[in-house]
């Protein structure tokens, strides 16, 4: 069964440093996506990519995070200068998709840990 | 705005009984609901969703889920409980009003089954 697939699975980073979190979608898919998780709170939505472009983004998603698809395959996501408040598990996220009832599948996530 | 409520953090059921794991949603337009299980250090996994037809929804594990409009609930049911089943679930909400098709989490609630 297709799935998504996320590397890191665990990255331990120092405050103020970049990272790039990476994710390979399922193939046929259209639609991306990155949610987090602090440890222990509910998932939050971070942000929605569509046609090479962010179609929707959360408060959480400020001007130290950003995505892109650098290629037909892969989908990044990078925290300019982390801070502690960032250690959570990320979630790339894929859907075939505009219609709402597509189903999104979810990778195994990668956790960052800022210290 | 577009939430879901999970009133339990916790749901404790002997093997082989009935589970109930409760949500309720709220969105402006039309909903479509689902349901996913974490099991630990695991990403996501989607079990079933509701999208429109039929109220009762069968998915993955013999689970099913009970789309309730008037009560705005979307309950996750399953008449034979595993210890294997054990694991973190959430509900979640797509408004289909929604164009950046953004999935909203409930805080999840922890599903224990002893033997």
């Known amino acids: 069964e297709p799935e998504v697939t996320q590397t890191p699975s665990h990255q331990v980073t120092q405050m103020g440093q970049e990272v790039i979190l990476r994710c390979v979608p399922i193939?046929?898919?259209?639609?991306f996506y990155w949610y987090r998780q602090i440890l222990g709170q509910k998932v939050e939505f971070l942000v929605s990519?569509?046609?090479?472009?962010?179609?929707?983004k959360s408060e959480i998603f400020d001007d130290q995070f950003s995505v892109e698809r650098p290629d037909g395959s892969n989908f990044t996501l990078k925290i300019r200068s982390t801070k502690l408040e960032d250690s959570a598990m990320y979630f790339c996220?894929?859907?075939?998709?505009?219609?709402?009832?597509?189903?999104?599948?979810f990778g195994e996530g990668s956790w960052l840990t800022v210290v | 705005a577009q939430s879901v409520a999970q009133p339990e953090d916790q749901v404790n059921v002997a093997e082989g009984n009935p589970l109930t794991v409760k949500c309720t949603y709220s969105?402006?337009?039309?909903?479509?609901l689902f349901w996913y299980v974490q099991y630990p250090n695991r990403g996501l996994q989607f079990l079933l969703k509701?999208?429109?037809?039929?109220?009762l929804v069968k998915g993955s594990y013999g689970f099913e889920a009970e789309f309730n409009k008037s009560q705005t609930s979307f309950h996750l049911k399953k008449p034979s409980a595993l210890v294997s089943d054990s694991a973190l679930y959430f509900c979640?909400?797509?408004?289909?009003?929604?164009?950046?098709?953004?999935?909203?989490f409930g805080g999840g609630t922890r599903l224990m089954v002893k033997p």
């Open positions: 969105v402006s337009g039309n909903p479509y």
């Open positions: 996220a894929s859907s075939g998709g505009p219609n709402p009832g597509n189903t999104i599948y």
């Open positions: 193939s046929n898919h259209l639609y």
């Open positions: 979640a909400v797509r408004d289909g009003r929604n164009a950046g098709n953004m999935l909203t």
């Open positions: 509701y999208i429109t037809g039929d109220n």
């Open positions: 990519f569509y046609n090479n472009e962010i179609s929707e």
